[in-house]
């Protein structure tokens, strides 16, 4: 397996434009989480889903954060308007189940000028 | 809820000595413990994990952890730093306490290693 697959692997934006970050977890897991990580505030969960569903979105700073899973082996976040202080590092990972150590994806690096 | 611990945002060694990187948590019932590690501009992944068998519990790349109940800690340690050991490490907890074993991160620790 490939592993977790993140993309784009780094994106910069104007304040204002829509970001949508992508991720493809490892097949069979059935756990999908949403990470946010940086100097100020460490590693954030932002949501996790579990067959597909949303479980707990509390991670959600603001209602311009969402998010999707279509299906097992794909998900979305999208920022919408992006502000500068949404630069940061976005994880993607994928466990078997909650309790499980995690698969983390390499990241997605967005930058908001 | 279940919360962690890492003392120390930095831990500053030289080669070939000890590392002691320290874990504390908070737990009602049994945990699940792990240790991550994230090099530069890379994700994290796993080190080792206790899932309740041997309360030693080795890893990856000569790193172990002991799980201590008394002391509700979960210190990773290795005996001789290596130049490549320099990384971000993050210890995580998961227990059935919140209503699922989704885990928490603790903060970090940046472990820089002196020649």
């Known amino acids: 397996d490939a592993g977790v697959i993140q993309s784009p692997r780094h994106e910069v934006t104007e304040m204002g434009q829509e970001v949508t970050l992508r991720c493809k977890p490892i097949s069979g897991h059935d756990y999908l989480f949403w990470y946010r990580q940086t100097m100020m505030r460490g590693l954030e969960l932002l949501i996790y889903f579990n067959n597909n569903v949303p479980i707990d979105d509390s991670g959600m700073p603001e209602d311009r954060f969402s998010a999707k899973m279509p299906n097992a082996s794909f998900s979305t976040l999208k920022i919408q308007p992006s502000e500068p202080r949404d630069s940061a590092v976005y994880f993607c990972a994928s466990s078997w189940r909650a309790g499980n150590e995690q698969f983390f994806g390499p990241g997605t690096r967005l930058t908001v000028l | 809820a279940q919360s962690v611990t890492q003392l120390g945002s930095h831990v500053s060694v030289s080669e070939g000595a000890l590392v002691l990187l320290r874990c504390n948590y908070s737990?009602?019932?049994?945990?699940?413990l792990f240790w991550y590690v994230q090099y530069p501009n890379q994700g994290l992944q796993l080190l080792l994990k206790y899932t309740s068998a041997a309360t030693l519990v080795k890893g990856i790349n000569g790193f172990e952890a002991e799980f201590k109940k008394s002391e509700t800690s979960f210190h990773l340690t290795k005996p001789s730093a290596h130049m490549s050991d320099a990384a971000e490490y993050f210890c995580a907890v998961s227990d059935a306490s919140g209503g699922s074993y989704i885990p928490t991160f603790g903060r970090g620790t940046s472990l820089i290693v002196h020649p």
């Open positions: 737990s009602s019932v049994p945990p699940y």
